[in-house]
């Protein structure tokens, strides 16, 4: 089937199941639900493509919110990620619901041209994104095995084609101190509540220090019970970003030594532990950018060019692993959100907004013809299924 024969074809499927996508993209906004507890949301990504003939594996990877969907017998096997989990408190104001619909569209125009290009079209739903690694995950357990390449989408406020991330380690701090009146006796307390204080002191005081692209953020989770307690105990929740793992090692341990003076200074116990798997920054294939660069023109957006690109980090994904073991992309799909940016309440409701369901489509329609043409350019088609080999082997 010639190039343009099977790319029209897709994009046809796409636009023929505009309805349906759109429709699934409101109905998982309208019932958020946090990392791995996304049952219903997990349950309506499934039922497009369970009604189009694709085999589910439920709870893939041993996690019951995640699935794989697979459908067509060819040696081209693609991943196709669909996220989605949402934030507490606000909902979808990380757009997953968008993510998830664009990524069920996409895998039900690969499958109309799957027999035709030789494909394995495997949806995959990876859950908590959000908090928790659901992608680290599930490469551990070999939902990822067989993939030669993966592919997934992000809204935004702006269309970039080769997005960059950072680098995250989450940490659960806690000080152990010891409860006294805070009037009649204060000398006999351990200040936990202090020891909180000075780490978040020193860590402030850091960031005049830190390498460009390193970031801490956090709060308490636990900062005692009553204003007359001296407080025996507290916790910290911290995120560490940087554009590296190397970078981020070090971060970590600059951290670690304030989180460490909170406990000298009060003379409390301390204890550091992590949150969810270290997240690696994305590593985007060139190939499949430049291909995905040129759709999104096509369909008359403006993605940033080069210069601003690797300027304009997007937070952190579990994508990145993903990336860094095979390749893939996670291009960002503009979204018009009247200067919200992501993870505000503003984002949440454009993400039912007109401008959202254009990026369904737009997404679902992009992937899939750069899905198309990885899968009739000889040369590249045999460089990932070459690479998976080599994986497979090592």
């Known amino acids: 089937m010639p190039t343009a024969t099977a790319s029209d074809a897709v994009e046809d499927a796409v636009r023929r199941r505009g309805i349906d996508l759109i ?3 409101h109905a998982i906004h309208a019932e958020p639900e946090l990392a791995f507890a996304e049952h219903r949301s997990c349950a309506k990504a499934q039922a497009l493509v369970a009604q189009r003939g694709f085999e589910i594996t439920v709870a893939a990877g041993g996690l019951d919110t995640a699935f794989r969907a697979d459908f067509g017998g060819g040696p081209l096997v693609v991943a196709v990620c669909a996220e989605y989990d949402a934030l507490p408190g606000i909902g979808h104001a990380c757009g997953h619901n968008i993510i998830a619909a664009s990524a069920v569209g996409t895998a039900l125009a690969l499958a109309d041209v799957a027999e035709d290009l030789g494909l394995t079209v495997a949806l995959i739903g990876t859950p908590a994104e959000e908090f928790g ?3 680290i995950l599930l490469l551990k357990a070999g939902v990822f095995d067989d993939v030669a390449v993966a592919v997934m989408m992000h809204p935004a406020q702006v269309d970039i084609a080769a997005a960059r991330s950072l680098a995250l380690s989450g940490i659960r701090v806690r000080y152990d101190g010891r409860e006294a009146h805070a009037s009649v006796a204060p000398y006999l307390g351990v200040n936990a509540a202090d020891a909180a204080t000075i780490a ?3 860590v402030g005081l850091l960031r005049q220090q830190l390498v460009p692209g390193q970031q801490v953020h956090g709060i308490v989770t636990d900062g005692g019970q009553a204003a007359n307690v ?4 507290t916790e910290l929740q911290y995120a560490l970003r940087a554009p590296d793992r190397s970078l981020l090692r070090d971060l970590e341990a600059r951290v670690g030594d304030c989180m460490l003076a909170g406990a000298v200074a009060t003379g409390c116990d301390y204890s550091v532990e992590a949150t969810e798997p270290t997240y690696d920054a994305l590593k985007s294939d060139p190939w499949l950018t430049g291909a995905v660069r040129d759709e999104m023109v096509r369909l008359g957006r403006v993605p940033l060019d080069d210069e601003l690109e ?3 980090a997007v937070g952190s994904t579990d994508m990145g692993n993903v990336t860094q073991l095979l390749p893939g992309i996670h291009p960002m799909v503009a979204v018009d959100t009247d200067g919200a940016s992501l993870h505000q309440p503003a984002f949440t409701a454009a993400a039912v907004s007109p401008s959202a369901d254009r990026a369904v489509i737009d997404g679902a329609i992009m992937l899939a013809r750069t899905v198309v043409q990885l899968a009739e350019a000889p040369r590249e088609r045999d460089r990932v299924l070459a ?4 994986r497979a082997a090592s």
Do not use: H, I, N, Y
């Open 23 to 25: 429709e699934l993209s």
């Open 133 to 135: 690694g659901g992608k």
């Open 200 to 202: 978040q002191v020193a």
């Open 230 to 233: 001296v407080p025996a105990r």
């Open 310 to 312: 690797s300027a304009s």
């Open 387 to 390: 690479a998976r080999e080599l």
